[in-house]
């Protein structure tokens, strides 16, 4: 998916996120639906005007946001960043009218797809570690869980710390090595 304004991608998958799902790079004209959806960070709606300013003016650029729209109405968004090699997720989100029917999955598997055409040799983000929808579609999408910060969100609850090594993780012959409760790679660090 190239990100640029007149993008539009209707997934392979769109049975599984339901007929008349488009998975499309995200535009400024989006940011008004962004900042109503559900299920979006603080901090990542905070950003999201200067994160949606620098995906639309560098198709090619460290930032990627796609959304997942039905008839034109926003149904959820992702959003990731490049960082060297490596691609971060850094947030997802899904209308709970529009959840379970495929469509996290497919605006997951948009992102890592772009952020690995664009370079990234593994995917990576963090989690909390009571976010079990959250954890189950990752984990579904070959992301294992390889480590544990403390204390990393602002009302104290641990974030798991994820990664996708292969493309497509699991689905591509990857193993399990999950350490949901991973203590001697625990990273310490807050807010990294
Ligand atoms: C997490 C989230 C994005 C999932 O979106 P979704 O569109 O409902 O996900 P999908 O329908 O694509 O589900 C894909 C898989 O995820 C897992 N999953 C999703 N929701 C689940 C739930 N409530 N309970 C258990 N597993 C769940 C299942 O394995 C599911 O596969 P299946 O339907 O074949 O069983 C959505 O629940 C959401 O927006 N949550 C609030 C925001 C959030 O927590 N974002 C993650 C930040 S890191």
């Known amino acids: 998916m190239t990100q640029s304004p007149d993008a539009e991608v209707v997934l392979p998958a769109a049975t599984a996120a339901g007929d008349g799902v488009v998975l499309r790079a995200a535009t400024t004209a989006d940011l008004a639906a962004l900042d109503r959806l559900p299920g979006l960070s603080a901090s990542t709606r905070r950003g999201l005007a200067r994160q949606l300013a620098r995906a639309t003016a560098d198709a090619r650029g460290d930032t990627v946001v796609v959304v997942a729209t039905r008839a034109g109405v926003l149904l959820g968004a992702a959003l990731g960043l490049l960082q060297v090699d490596d691609g971060h997720v850094v947030d997802l989100a899904v209308a709970p009218a529009a959840r379970r029917s495929g469509t996290g999955r497919a605006l997951l598997g948009a992102l890592t797809d772009e952020l690995r055409t664009r370079g990234a040799r593994a995917i990576t983000l963090e989690v909390r570690a009571g976010n079990l929808p959250a954890l189950a579609?990752?984990?579904?999408?070959?992301?294992?869980?390889?480590?544990?910060?403390?204390?990393?969100?602002?009302?104290?609850?641990?974030?798991?710390?994820?990664?996708?090594?292969?493309?497509?993780?699991?689905r591509d012959g990857g193993t399990h090595r999950d350490h949901p409760d991973a203590t001697a790679r625990d990273i310490v660090t807050r807010g990294g």
């Open 137 to 170: 579609l990752y984990r579904g999408e070959g992301f294992e869980v390889e480590g544990r910060r403390p204390g990393y969100y602002p009302d104290g609850e641990d974030a798991l710390l994820l990664w996708q090594r292969g493309r497509g993780g699991t």
